[in-house]
């Protein structure tokens, strides 16, 4: 009789012993894959920010170094004009030189404006050379086109004493002027003429792919 | 009838059932230890886990690295810019003459209209 149960009760025990092992097993692993689970999550995370921040601090020095190496080629090309900006009054002392300059200058205008009738303005010190251009441009527009012209000083508004020279071409009553001084063309050549000038200096650019 | 048998058959029971009681309590012992077995044991695991995902992630950060970047940038930097500054000596004065030739030697056409 005892015997029994001590049986019953040894076995209500293993019973328990078993179970006890299983909620073990059970609760472990749930509870370790839950953690890892969320530390591996962390970790993702914190790694691809890591890459980011990586790669934010490659592409922020790439820009800087790439912002100076312009920055000193805009110094160059902003040198190189200044230069040539000085040495825009040479043409104006060779008298000989300067007036077939003025002459083409006139042409050129002539020719965009295509009016029977023109006005020039010019330096006050110009005025006469300007005068023997307008005759030589006047002939050479009658030739090639085949119609007359007549191009006039406009005394009441000239080009500034401080100008390098060159002439403004006015047409269509005042209301079109073509702005043939030295200044004025140098300037346009800060815009057009820089790709020019980027191969003359610093060669062809190799990551260009688009040449039209 | 034979009381004092009885009495002490009935002792034994008793006994019995203690002892029984006690073995089914040990096994409840168990039990309770075993469940914070398994919260102990997750913990060092999950730990141990920690560690080495720290460890991991640490070997892979470059923070080193973007000195490094920044020092050869600078170098880079430096060298083409000199670069730039040899060009422009030796091109400079060709550019200059190229500008001015633009400014000064015009070829004039009429349109074609």
């Known amino acids: 009789m005892t015997a029994f149960i001590k049986q019953e009760a040894e076995e209500k025990a293993r019973e328990i012993e078993i179970k006890a092992n299983e909620e073990f097993a059970i609760e472990k692993s749930k509870l370790v894959r839950q953690e890892t689970d969320a530390i591996d999550s962390t970790y993702q995370k914190k790694f691809k920010q890591a890459t980011m921040s990586q790669q934010i601090a490659r592409s922020t020095v790439a820009n800087k170094t790439r912002l100076r190496v312009l920055g000193a080629r805009q110094v160059l090309l902003d040198d190189i004009f200044e230069a040539a900006q000085q040495r825009l009054g040479a043409a104006s002392k060779d008298a000989?030189?300067?007036?077939?300059?003025?002459?083409?200058?006139?042409?050129?205008?002539?020719y965009a404006l295509n009016e029977p009738t023109l006005q020039v303005r010019a330096r006050k010190a110009d005025y006469k050379l300007?005068?023997?251009a307008l005759e030589a441009a006047a002939k050479e527009y009658e030739a090639k086109v085949g119609k007359p012209i007549t191009g006039t000083i406009d005394e009441e508004n000239s080009v500034a004493d401080g100008s390098a020279g060159g002439v403004v071409i006015v047409g269509f009553g005042g209301k079109i002027d073509i702005d043939n001084t030295f200044e004025a063309r140098l300037n346009l050549l800060r815009q057009s003429a820089l790709p020019a000038m980027r191969e003359a200096l610093f060669g062809q650019n190799p990551n260009r792919k688009f040449f039209d | 009838m034979p009381s004092a048998q009885n009495s002490a058959g009935i002792q034994t029971l008793l006994d019995a059932e203690r002892e029984a009681s006690k073995i089914v309590q040990k096994a409840r012992e168990y039990r309770t230890k075993r469940v914070k077995e398994a919260r102990d044991e997750a913990k060092k695991e999950i730990e141990a886990y920690r560690a080495e995902k720290e460890a991991e992630f640490k070997n892979i950060q470059h923070t080193q690295g973007n000195k490094a970047a920044e020092t050869e940038a600078d170098k880079e930097a430096v060298t083409k810019i000199a670069e730039i500054k040899e060009a422009g000596k030796k091109?400079?004065?060709?550019?200059?003459?190229?500008?001015?030739?633009a400014v000064f030697e015009i070829n004039p056409h009429p349109h074609e209209s």
């Open chain 1, 96 to 110: 000989a030189r300067y007036e077939k300059i003025l002459t083409n200058l006139i042409l050129e205008g002539f």
């Open chain 1, 130 to 132: 300007v005068a023997k």
């Open chain 2, 91 to 101: 091109s400079q004065e060709k550019v200059i003459k190229d500008l001015l030739a």
